[in-house]
């Protein structure tokens, strides 16, 4: 009996010991529990204390302010203990209040929301713009929504200067702009109507699309009589010209560059020393370098501007064909067959510190029905097609020869849609002239 006494005892002493060591265990770890969150909630008021934004938690019922932080009582120019005592209502302006309140309550029912349509006022009264973004966040077991909010007035100010600077650029790119489409009305008063050329060659066509306004590339066409004939015959001849021509660059400068060069071709229409398409560029060669470089001080760049051109003078009488070019060639198409007539490989072009080339005439017996086509670059050099490529002169040799068959103005629409469904919606590169003729 008594050792059962002294087992039981010492059960119970076994028993007790655990209880309070586990007793002890579990109040070890609420306080190591409690030390955390202690030091996660110092953290975290820490964090609010040093925020930029101004922080408020407000009381969903009322409005009241349960909770800002120093930056929030900065910017409203209130000690935080005086901001403690104030509603949401207090400060914004009186006339939004039935705005706030509906604030509050979409922000309740959506749980956020950042809006920068209702200001703060501070201590002095002063309208604040803010931009807040508040979000449901219960404190203390009450309902509330915290507000962040950050004083815009900096970045309106900002983004007014911006408005108005860009007010000013459209006003400037306006004045430009007119200016660039005036100057498109002088450049066309300088070209010919492109309908006219019928008058030389009835079945014809002129595809002129300019990447800009105004355009590097134009064309030229005259009927000329020879004064001394061609290969230097005595018999004066009436020749039909025509000529494509891309000058140097495109809007603007490519512009002036296209009237100087338009100008000189006329000049050489009437010139009694310009008798063939090659003297006629030899002539345009040498006066352009006067023209640019003619008031060039000794601290100035020459000037080196010029332009690729293919001229035709055609006899109307024997057909038979004159050709020059400066980098650009001609293609004719007879019976469904291509021939090329290549130019010479050197510009027009106003440098002084190259040696003078002459151009070199090419002739070529034409026959009824024979199509010519006289063109720049901005046709093959434009990007586009599934793979946005380059259109290449190959493939434009092989569309020529498909339609020759067809009338001029059948060929333009055929051309001008094939470059549109070329290009698609990629942005056009260059300056596009195509000038077709069929001989009759």
Same mark, same amino acid.
């Given at each position: 009996?008594?050792?059962?006494?002294?087992?039981?005892?010492?059960?119970?002493?076994?028993?007790?010991?655990?209880?309070?060591?586990?007793?002890?265990?579990?109040?070890?770890?609420?306080?190591?529990?409690?030390?955390?969150?202690?030091?996660?909630?110092?953290?975290?008021?820490?964090?609010?204390?040093?925020?930029?934004?101004?922080?408020?938690?407000?009381?969903?019922?009322?409005?009241? +302010?349960?909770?800002?932080?120093?930056?929030?009582?900065?910017?409203?120019?209130?000690?935080?203990? %005086?901001?403690?005592?104030?509603?949401?209502?207090?400060?914004?302006? !009186?006339?939004?209040?039935?705005?706030?309140?509906?604030?509050?309550?979409?922000?309740?029912?959506?749980?956020?929301?950042?809006?920068?349509?209702?200001?703060?006022?501070?201590?002095?009264?002063?309208?604040?713009?803010?931009?807040?973004?508040?979000?449901?966040?219960?404190?203390?077991?009450? !309902?509330?929504?915290?507000?962040?909010?950050?004083?815009?007035?900096?970045?309106?100010?900002?983004?007014? &200067?911006?408005?108005?600077?860009?007010?000013?650029?459209?006003?400037?790119?306006?004045?430009?702009?007119?200016?660039?489409?005036?100057?498109?009305?002088?450049?066309?008063?300088?070209?010919?109507?492109?309908?006219?050329?019928?008058?030389?060659?009835?079945?014809?066509?002129?595809?002129?699309? !300019?990447?800009?306004?105004?355009?590097? %590339?134009?064309?030229?066409? %005259?009927?000329?009589?020879?004064?001394?004939?061609?290969?230097?015959?005595?018999?004066?001849?009436?020749?039909?010209?025509?000529?494509?021509?891309?000058?140097?660059?495109?809007?603007?400068?490519?512009?002036?560059?296209?009237?100087?060069?338009? /100008?000189?071709?006329?000049?050489?229409?009437?010139?009694?020393?310009?008798?063939?398409?090659?003297?006629?560029?030899?002539? +345009? /060669?040498?006066?352009?370098?006067?023209?640019?470089?003619?008031?060039?001080? &000794? /601290?100035?760049?020459?000037?080196?501007?010029?332009?690729?051109?293919?001229? +035709?003078?055609?006899?109307?009488?024997?057909?038979?064909?004159?050709?020059?070019?400066?980098?650009?060639?001609?293609? +004719?198409?007879?019976?469904? &067959?291509?021939?090329?007539?290549?130019?010479?490989?050197?510009?027009?072009?106003?440098?002084?510190?190259?040696?003078?080339?002459?151009?070199?005439?090419?002739?070529?017996?034409?026959?009824?029905?024979?199509?010519?086509?006289?063109?720049?670059?901005?046709?093959?050099?434009?990007?586009?097609?599934?793979?946005?490529?380059?259109?290449?002169?190959?493939?434009?040799?092989?569309?020529?020869?498909?339609?020759?068959?067809?009338?001029?103005?059948?060929?333009?629409?055929?051309?001008?849609?094939?470059?549109?469904?070329?290009?698609?919606?990629? &942005?056009?590169?260059?300056?596009?002239?195509?000038?077709?003729?069929?001989?009759?």
């Amino acid at each position: 009996m008594f050792y059962v006494v002294i087992v039981i005892l010492v059960s119970f002493l076994l028993i007790t010991l655990v209880i309070a060591g586990g007793v002890s265990l579990k109040q070890k770890t609420i306080t190591t529990a409690l030390t955390h969150l202690e030091k996660d909630k110092n953290n975290y008021e820490s964090i609010i204390e040093q925020a930029n934004d101004a922080l408020f938690v407000v009381d969903i019922s009322n409005g009241a +302010i349960l909770q800002c932080n120093p930056s929030a009582a900065d910017l409203l120019g209130y000690i935080k203990a %005086d901001l403690l005592k104030k509603t949401l209502f207090n400060i914004q302006p !009186p006339e939004f209040l039935n705005e706030s309140s509906l604030r509050v309550a979409d922000v309740w029912e959506k749980k956020g929301l950042i809006f920068t349509d209702i200001p703060f006022v501070n201590a002095l009264g002063e309208v604040l713009p803010v931009e807040c973004s508040a979000k449901v966040a219960p404190f203390a077991g009450r !309902p509330a929504i915290v507000i962040y909010a950050r004083d815009i007035r900096e970045r309106l100010k900002l983004e007014r &200067e911006v408005r108005e600077q860009n007010k000013i650029i459209e006003e400037k790119n306006k004045d430009i702009t007119d200016s660039i489409t005036y100057a498109k009305r002088i450049q066309g008063s300088v070209l010919l109507h492109q309908e006219s050329i019928k008058d030389l060659f009835n079945d014809s066509f002129i595809f002129f699309l !300019p990447r800009d306004i105004v355009s590097g %590339d134009f064309y030229w066409f %005259d009927k000329v009589i020879a004064t001394r004939g061609i290969k230097n015959e005595k018999k004066p001849v009436e020749l039909l010209c025509v000529a494509a021509a891309d000058c140097t660059g495109h809007g603007v400068p490519g512009a002036f560059m296209s009237i100087i060069g338009n /100008n000189l071709l006329t000049q050489t229409s009437s010139h009694p020393k310009v008798n063939s398409p090659a003297e006629a560029l030899d002539f +345009i /060669n040498k006066e352009l370098k006067k023209i640019l470089n003619n008031n060039i001080s &000794e /601290n100035d760049t020459f000037l080196r501007d010029g332009m690729d051109i293919a001229l +035709i003078a055609i006899e109307k009488e024997s057909k038979r064909l004159h050709f020059a070019g400066a980098n650009n060639a001609i293609f +004719i198409v007879r019976q469904n &067959e291509l021939i090329e007539l290549k130019p010479d490989k050197f510009p027009i072009t106003a440098a002084l510190d190259q040696e003078p080339n002459h151009f070199t005439d090419k002739t070529f017996e034409l026959q009824t029905n024979d199509c010519l086509y006289l063109f720049t670059d901005g046709y093959a050099d434009q990007f586009g097609g599934d793979r946005g490529k380059k259109f290449m002169y190959k493939r434009m040799k092989e569309l020529f020869v498909e339609i020759a068959n067809q009338t001029m103005a059948q060929q333009k629409a055929v051309i001008e849609n094939t470059f549109h469904q070329w290009k698609g919606k990629t &942005e056009q590169i260059d300056d596009v002239l195509v000038i077709g003729l069929k001989i009759d």
